[in-house]
């Protein structure tokens, strides 16, 4: 079992930035690639950044490329997302998942509770 807690979600203004933390606990973290998704209400949840387990590989979707920032420490256990220039579209829950396997897709083995990022106009 691999726990995640995220944290570092709020309420920001447009143009501003966040930097998400999720903290893992279990398993070797280094072990697994990490990624990001975010749920608007009333949508399906969305992939947003995936980071390989080395932090070699970064993947985006495309609505955040040149914005967002994914990294991790595995000395801390603990993947960042730097988000910048937010814009209120960017408004949803925001949760971090484990996956032995890099992928988009929300197939991912473990999952933290989710932290809130809403962005006012």
């Known amino acids: 079992q691999v726990q995640l807690v995220e944290s570092g979600g709020g309420l920001v203004q447009a143009g501003g930035s966040l930097r998400l933390s999720c903290a893992a606990s279990?398993?070797?973290?280094?072990?697994?690639?990490m990624g990001w998704f975010r749920q608007a209400p009333g949508k399906d949840r969305k992939f947003v950044a995936a980071v390989s387990w080395s932090g070699g590989s970064t993947y985006y979707t495309d609505s955040v490329k040149g914005r967002f920032i994914i990294s991790r420490d595995n000395a801390k256990n603990t993947v960042y997302l730097q988000m910048n220039s937010l814009k209120p579209e960017d408004t949803a829950v925001y949760y971090c998942a484990a996956s032995r396997i890099m992928t988009t897709n929300v197939g991912y083995d473990y999952w933290g509770q989710g932290t809130q990022v809403t962005v006012s106009s």
């Open positions: 279990g398993r070797t973290f280094s072990n697994y690639a």
